[in-house]
């Protein structure tokens, strides 16, 4: 089972985040095998961590409440905030496996949250949804899939919480227009979407 984590840092962490560096990266080399992508989210000038994204295969929502709660810059109060997600990886692969990067391109990370009781709307643009994507940004996209509750599935017919997607853009202005245009928010379905400039994580 995937699982798609996003942790908000709190204001003025930076330093306690930077102290725990080889922590984090410790307890992260215990999932090395299913990690799928990871990576911090930063400011636009790129200087500043604003939160910290892990997709990663688990066994099952316990050992998902493990990862994202025994980590150690959540025990020490680095994040203010943690979203759990059941997540579908549509392109089967890892961001190490992305071949598509321009030199001078932005990485970003792009999670839509979808509104309540929209399920059947988006079942009707599902095939819009992906053939928007995989025609138009087939070599920008890193990593995207649907997000479902962290105790759900969408073979289990759990609810469909939003999309999130991980993609490499000229700009900040392009990824704006990415989710401008793409159908289900075209469609209102989501309540908010978040566009984080953000880049690959791990031991350098």
Not at 2 to 9: E, M, V
Request: aromatic fraction near 12%; proline fraction near 4%; include cysteine.
């Amino acid at each position: 089972m995937d699982y798609f984590f996003y942790c908000r840092d709190r204001p003025e962490s930076a330093a306690l985040r930077s102290e725990l560096i080889e922590a984090h990266w410790t307890f992260m080399d215990r999932y090395a095998e299913t990690m799928i992508a990871r990576g911090p989210t930063l400011t636009p000038d790129g200087e500043q961590s604003t939160g910290s994204l892990h997709i990663v295969g688990l066994p099952d929502s316990a050992a998902a409440r493990e990862f994202a709660f025994d980590e150690p810059n959540y025990q020490a109060g680095v994040y203010r905030e943690v979203l759990v997600r059941r997540w579908r990886n549509v392109l089967g692969r890892t961001m190490w496996q992305f071949t598509g990067a321009v030199a001078g391109y932005q990485r970003f990370l792009i999670l839509a949250h979808a509104k309540p009781e929209t399920a059947a709307s988006r079942e009707s643009l599902d095939e819009a949804h992906h053939d928007y994507l995989e025609r138009g940004y087939r070599d920008r996209l890193i990593a995207y899939g649907p997000l479902f509750s962290e105790d759900g599935a969408e073979e289990d017919g759990a609810e469909w919480a939003g999309t999130a997607l991980m993609v490499e853009l000229p700009d900040r202005t392009a990824a704006d227009a990415l989710m401008a245009d793409e159908p289900y928010a075209r469609n209102g379905l989501y309540v908010t979407v978040e566009i984080h400039h953000w880049e690959f994580g791990g031991r350098r």
